[in-house]
């Protein structure tokens, strides 16, 4: 149990279009999801906490104007990175959990390159 | 917020060693887990480990909580075994899973 699929798995996009993020957890509802980054040869950073039915908290320093996190159902969150630059290029991975006490889980990730 | 190191950054072994990669954190946690990123970036959970001692294999991991440490070992080690070990944990007092830095783990046959 508690599977979560992300797609796509790569995106390459032109400078200033936009892409949107899929995270779905597949055997389980997750009121609640997160978003990390990961730049090349580094650790994994939270961008935000996504809470399904209300808005998503963002942690500091990460734009939310940039990064639109929807939770609309209790097995999608999406993130779209709008007018998206080259320095937006990054692997993004999701992670939900099944209950508290339970582990983590995390999406396979999308590497998204920006041209 | 917490902070979550781990040691060695790097490691270099031939096949068939036997290591041990440590990971210390600065606040009490009620979570804490080891992963392994593969190279095409997928996060495999290894252990959810809060505390106490778990096997799985040629892997195990044991976690101090009142000394606020955790150490994953890897025994036989194949090349198989490489990429990046991550530990992350949930403090009591921020509720979000932080990770720490990794160990890139390189496994020569």
């Known amino acids: 149990g508690a599977v979560v699929s992300q797609h796509p798995s790569w995106v390459i996009c032109k400078s200033g279009t936009s892409v949107k993020i899929e995270c779905r957890s597949l055997?389980?509802?997750?009121?609640?999801m997160f978003w990390y980054r990961q730049f090349p040869k580094q650790s994994l950073m939270l961008m935000a906490t996504s809470n399904e039915g209300s808005k998503a908290t963002y942690e500091q320093g990460v734009e939310k104007d940039k990064f639109l996190i929807n939770h609309a159902s209790l097995t999608l969150s999406t993130l779209t990175v709008t007018s998206a630059h080259p320095e937006d290029s990054s692997f993004y991975i999701c992670?939900?959990?099944?209950?508290?006490?339970?582990?983590?889980?995390f999406g396979s990730g999308t590497r998204l390159t920006v041209v | 917020g917490i902070q979550v190191e781990q040691s060695p950054p790097d490691l270099i072994l031939q096949e068939g060693a036997n290591s041990t990669l440590r990971c210390n954190f600065s606040?009490?946690?009620?979570?804490l887990q080891w992963f392994h990123q593969n190279p095409w970036g997928q996060l495999i959970n290894l252990f959810y480990?809060?505390?106490g001692t778990k096997q799985n294999g040629r892997l195990s991991a044991t976690t101090v909580a009142t000394e606020r440490y955790s150490l994953l070992y890897i025994s036989s080690s194949q090349t198989t075994d490489s990429g990046v070990y991550f530990c992350?944990?949930?403090?009591?007092?921020?509720?979000?899973?932080?990770f720490g830095q990794g160990t890139i783990l390189t496994v020569h046959p």
């Open positions: 992350a944990v949930v403090s009591t007092s921020y509720g979000k899973l932080t």
């Open positions: 480990i809060p505390s």
């Open positions: 606040d009490s946690v009620n979570n």
């Open positions: 992670s939900a959990t099944l209950r508290a006490g339970y582990g983590y889980t």
């Open positions: 055997d389980f509802q997750a009121t609640t």
